[in-house]
């Protein structure tokens, strides 16, 4: 019997339909019905119903259904363990990261180092949320995070006291628009009490969404921001703000070329402008050596960086 057998009764289990399960399955549906012919033949019974519509299991295919997800659950953990264990012989470390980090600082910064730490980008973390990082990190999914932290203080008020970190970079969320004909914000903030103008937020448990409303309750003077759409990744605002539907904070990092050209302006004067702090997290509790000896270089690094002039 082969994996892909059960991966294949369970596709059929799941859409109770030979076509639809031969295309998820990415098989044609003569194959995909032969190799369900073989798996009943092997297990000495009838497993589908085929004279039901929708098709259904029989009772011998619904005992079968509950051994299929246990072993394919069993398969994915040893794969995970295996890809893991793989990781750890090369000496690899998965960093999580939001992708804007990813993308703009992750390189910049390691370009300064004659023999980079070997970090691998886990990139099922973009998508993350700032308390998914740590949940990562206490899991054992990650062994490092990069995150974004404001340095007004902690508005989500996140307890983890099970890790620790270093700051080896700063960044600025500038708030930004496209320009009206004249050059000026389409959506200006200034002198905006009172009026509403369309935001392109990001997610409402996130971080950057909390320090950025802490930001402008400290002002007080802010407009009402109506929210259009929400998202966890810069680049996705990014793409909505430059299409014109609203205003947003992006990286100042990520925004060099967009505001020499013209194609992108600051919606307000520097006030509006939001920092943060790049924080490298890791678990007190990990015990892998090669964590511990790049968690010491990257810090000393941040350390050495930092007392640069």
């Not at 019974?45 to 098709?55: E, G, V, W, Y």
């Not at 628009?177 to 009490?193: I, N, T, V």
């Not at 937020?201 to 320090?211: K, L």
């Not at 992006?250 to 402008?273: D, H, I, K």
Request: proline share 7%; aromatic share 8%.
């Amino acid at each position: 019997m082969e994996i892909r057998w059960l991966e294949d009764f369970l596709a059929l289990a799941r859409t109770r339909h030979f076509s639809r399960a031969a295309e998820e399955q990415n098989v044609t549906q003569p194959t995909f019905s032969r190799r369900i012919k073989l798996l009943e033949e092997e297990m000495g019974t009838t497993l589908i119903n085929r004279q039901t519509l929708p098709l259904s299991l029989t009772p011998a295919g619904e005992a079968f259904l509950a051994m299929c997800h246990d072993v394919t659950r069993r398969v994915d953990l040893t794969r995970q363990r295996l890809a893991q264990m793989a990781e750890e012989q090369a000496g690899q470390l998965r960093l999580g990261a939001p992708q804007s980090l990813l993308a703009q600082f992750l390189p910049q910064w390691l370009s300064g180092w004659q023999s980079p730490p070997p970090l691998q980008p886990y990139l099922r973390a973009t998508a993350w949320l700032v308390g998914d990082y740590f949940q990562g990190l206490a899991s054992g999914e990650i062994d490092l995070a990069l995150c974004y932290w404001p340095t007004s203080g902690n508005p989500l008020e996140l307890a983890n006291e099970d890790t620790d970190y270093c700051v080896i970079g700063r960044e600025r969320f500038m708030p930004v628009c496209l320009p009206d004909a004249s050059g000026q914000p389409r959506f200006a903030l200034e002198g905006g009490k009172g009026r509403a103008l369309p935001l392109i937020a990001y997610h409402p448990r996130g971080m950057i969404d909390a320090a950025i409303r802490s930001h402008l309750d400290r002002l007080g003077d802010a407009p009402t921001l109506t929210v259009l759409n929400e998202s966890v990744q810069s680049g996705n605002i990014r793409e909505l703000v430059a299409l014109g539907y609203g205003l947003g904070w992006l990286p100042e990092r990520s925004l060099g070329e967009a505001l020499a050209s013209g194609a992108l302006v600051a919606a307000g004067p520097p006030r509006w402008t939001v920092s943060f702090d790049i924080r490298l997290y890791r678990h007190l509790s990990t015990r892998r050596a090669a964590v511990d000896a790049a968690w010491q270089e990257l810090c000393a690094h941040a350390l050495e960086t930092e007392a640069q002039p």
